[in-house]
């Protein structure tokens, strides 16, 4: 029922009737293991939504709440995503000390390239990649360079 009426969030007609749908299916949501997932996609969009309005805290209180690295279902890239956004938004907040402590359980390793594990998969609506500007170094150096200025 709740991945049935996640597909409705976007074709909401205004911005309060999507933070109280939102609101909604994560109360209903709460404390079962078999929508963890789609709990998580709901707080990181809430909290997408709280950024957008200037509420860095408010946003990153609710990223904290959610707890990915203990999701088994959750793809692993997908948490590494979570982890990350969890990690950028301590940083806005200038909250160093928990920024530093979500950042290492990222182990640095997961950024280097195997071509023998990789898969294509299609991307879904905010985890869509962009091609950066030629004068930014890749997204690989970026990663060690960000990791090794956090140890």
Known sequence: MVQQAMQYIDET????????????LNSVSAGKIYVE?????????????????????????????????TFGAMAKTEKIAFILEQVRLCLD????????????????????????KEKKKPK???????????????????KRIYYELMI
Request: no cysteine.
């Open 124 to 142: 879904e609506g905010d985890n869509v990649v962009e091609e950066p500007p030629a004068d930014i170094p890749s997204l690989l150096q970026l």
């Open 37 to 69: 997932i789609e709990r998580a996609r709901l707080i990181k969009k809430l909290a997408k939504i709280k950024e957008e309005q200037g509420l860095i805290a408010e946003a990153a209180d609710l990223m904290q709440e959610v707890a990915v690295e």
């Open 13 to 24: 007609p205004d911005l309060e009737t999507r933070i109280e749908l939102i609101k909604t």
């Open 93 to 116: 907040r200038q909250d160093y000390v928990r920024a530093q402590i979500l950042s290492r359980k990222i182990s640095p390793r997961v950024f280097d390239i195997d071509s023998s």
